[in-house]
Structures are given as structure tokens and as C-alpha cells.
């Protein structure tokens, strides 16, 4: 099991790295999209599009990352104020109700992968399930982060070495 956790933090780590270096690219072609825009009043054409769907990769992996790193947005004041139990209880259910959710979200983000097979974007022209691809990567790579969140909390690990609370 400490083999699947470490594998795992070791792909997060690959993952949050390539993140980075994408958000900054992201950050710089905005930047030079704005330039070209509004000093030189010649826009690069593609570079809206590349932006638009480089946020959603970004968005949809780095909330798979956010996860595992217990860093999404919960109900803390009821976690924190529940005994110690009923708070392992609860994060069970947590796990359970999320690995439904983006089972099902890998499901249907692989189906729609496989439906849009031949569009195209408007002015890059690359297919259009490119994009769409993001929810499926996306949502297996969170996927497997809440499985080993669960690993995890059955285990009895509940604080990270960070100091993050797994729920």
C-alpha cells in the first residue's frame, strides 16, 4: 500500500510540475496576446483559443492535485467539531460519495471523447476531443487521488506530512 501512495505523490509531483510550466506558458502567451492586441493592434488569432483550452486541462488536473493535497473547498467547522469517530465516518462517506461522482464523470468524459471523435476547433483546427479529453484525464487522475485518500484515512494516516488534513 505504501508503494501505491508513494507511486501516486510521485505522479502528482510530475503532474503539479508540468502544471506549472503550462500555467506559466498560459500566463505569457496572455500576456503577449494583450501586447499584440492593444499596442501593435494585430491580436494572434489562435492564441485565444490555446488559452481557453490550456485553462481547462490546467483546471481540471490541478483540482485531481488539490484533492489528494485536501485543499478543495469542504466544511471544515463541521469536520473539525465532530469526535474523532463520527469525523472517520464522515470522511469515509466523503470518499465514497466523491469516487461515485468522478467514476461517473470518467464514464461519461470517455463517452464524449469517442462521440465528438471527428469536430474540430474553429481556428486551430486540432480535434475537438482533445479538449474533452481533459474531464476524463482529469477526473481518473482524481480518481485515483481519492482512492488513495481513502487508503489513506482506513490506515488512520489523517494529517499529511505537510500539515493538510486529508478531508
Not at 466544511?75 to 461517473?104: A, C, W
Request: aromatic letters at 8%; charged letters at 15%; a positive charge.
Amino acid at each position: 500500500m505504501k508503494k501505491i501512495v508513494a507511486a501516486m505523490d510521485v505522479l502528482n509531483r510530475g503532474v503539479l510540475f508540468l502544471l506549472s510550466l503550462w500555467f506559466g506558458l498560459v500566463a505569457l502567451l496572455t500576456l503577449l496576446q494583450v501586447i499584440f492586441r492593444y499596442i501593435f493592434n494585430n491580436p494572434i488569432v489562435w492564441s485565444e483559443e490555446v488559452i481557453r483550452y490550456s485553462m481547462i486541462w490546467i483546471v481540471l488536473l490541478g483540482t485531481a492535485i488539490a484533492l489528494r493535497k485536501g485543499m478543495l473547498i469542504s466544511v471544515e467547522i463541521v469536520i473539525q467539531s465532530v469526535p474523532k469517530t463520527l469525523k472517520k465516518i464522515m470522511g469515509i462517506l466523503v470518499i465514497g460519495v466523491n469516487v461515485v461522482y468522478l467514476s461517473l464523470l470518467s464514464y461519461y468524459g470517455i463517452k464524449i471523447i469517442i462521440t465528438l471523435g471527428a469536430q474540430t476547433s474553429g481556428s486551430l483546427e486540432i480535434p475537438i476531443s482533445m479538449t474533452y479529453s481533459a474531464i476524463a484525464a482529469g477526473s481518473i487522475l482524481a480518481l485515483l487521488n481519492c482512492i488513495v485518500v481513502f487508503m489513506e484515512l482506513v490506515q488512520g494516516k489523517e494529517e499529511k506530512n505537510d500539515g493538510s488534513t486529508l478531508l
